[in-house]
């Protein structure tokens, strides 16, 4: 089944029940924030490879297994940046040229085992659905009835191992939304017209995976270890971390049928600060306009949240508490919503 994902001016079209609409939020919007800079974005995606490279340079140079930790966290934090570069391309906020978003992506998510295009048209399903817990794509609420149904091992995965769950994500999706590779042409996620791009992403991480092999064999499994696998691994969490906190919290909603619409559901989500992190991971914190326009380069986040947050007021979102207490406490909290209701929000384990 191909999951609808219908412009947000036709999802405007449906019933309005906030105090703005749509436009009212892009015509706060100052314009330069909707126009992307090659040169900066080009900027940003060449730091990240050069922080990338001299950690790299370091950790041979050094060679101490008292470094390595240190070498782990900083790598893993910068796949994470890169990976977020690739993101801005998936949106077309890196750059108006197409060729040159899919070069960039490419060369931002193959490193890092992402297929660019099955990564890219899937998170375009959960932006164009964010909230409507029947359509999104991403960490989106089971139901108390499924929780009930749910095996001992799901729960674990689902609540208590959730900094791990991409990799299963990306081969299976998930089992509620007929499953389906972001690999597979022929997945449930992909339109026919689609195929050439999976094609080409799958290609590409299938040449990654064969460099990986060849790195293997020829410096041995300690240095794959080393040098690839946990900053890999720490990648991995912060994409889970970051991705699970835009979308997880107890206080607030989730839609159904007609009361959700595109404007709604794109304030469904809420703004994080990870502190000296903002910077490092390019502002994905700064989620909740990201969410109502993607196309707005990462590094005019701030400034586009600035403009919006006095149109917006309560019903915009922010946490400034430490990351690691909201983890824990959504963690708690957000177990199922219940199976009937137009707007219902996350319980807590029973």
């Known amino acids: 089944m191909q999951i609808s994902v219908a412009s947000p001016e036709s999802r405007e079209s449906a019933r309005q029940d906030l105090p703005f609409t749509l436009k009212d939020v892009k015509d706060a919007i100052p314009e330069y924030c909707f126009q992307p800079s090659v040169f900066r974005s080009l900027a940003y995606f060449f730091l990240d490879l050069g922080i990338i490279a001299g950690l790299y340079a370091i950790a041979v140079y050094i060679d101490s297994w008292f470094f390595y930790p240190i070498f782990w966290f900083a790598q893993g934090t910068m796949f994470w940046a890169l990976f977020v570069v690739g993101h801005d391309c998936g949106h077309g906020s890196f750059s108006r040229s197409k060729l040159l978003n899919n070069i960039i992506g490419h060369l931002s998510h193959t490193p890092i085992l992402v297929p660019f295009h099955g990564w890219r048209i899937s998170h375009r399903t959960h932006h164009s659905n964010t909230g409507n817990i029947d359509t999104d794509e991403s960490w989106y609420p089971v139901t108390e009835s499924k929780y009930d149904e749910m095996s001992t091992l799901e729960k674990f995965v689902r609540f208590y191992a959730p900094l791990i769950a991409y990799p299963v994500y990306l081969f ?74 835009h979308h997880t919290e107890d206080d607030i909603p989730w839609y159904r049928g007609d009361n959700w619409y595109y404007l709604k559901g794109a304030l469904s989500t809420i703004d994080r600060d990870y502190g000296i992190f903002n910077d490092i991971h390019h502002n994905i ?66």
């Open 172 to 245: 299976k999706r998930s089992p509620s939304r007929d499953g389906g590779s972001h690999f597979a042409p022929s997945s449930p996620l992909f339109k026919a017209s689609e195929k050439n791009d999976i094609i080409t992403s799958t290609a590409a991480i299938l040449t990654m995976v064969a460099f990986l092999g060849w790195f293997t064999f020829q410096f041995g499994a300690i240095a794959f270890f080393k040098f690839y696998f946990v900053p890999y691994a720490i990648f991995v969490m912060w994409l889970d971390l970051v991705t699970y906190l």
């Open 285 to 350: 914190g700064t989620h909740v306009v990201h969410h109502i326009f993607h196309t707005i380069p990462h590094y005019h986040l701030k400034d586009a949240t600035e403009a919006v947050k006095p149109l917006l007021g309560d019903y915009y979102r922010i946490s400034h508490e430490p990351i690691w207490k909201s983890f824990f406490k959504s963690q708690k909290a957000c177990h199922y919503v219940e199976d009937t209701g137009v707007e219902v929000y996350y319980k807590p384990e029973k």
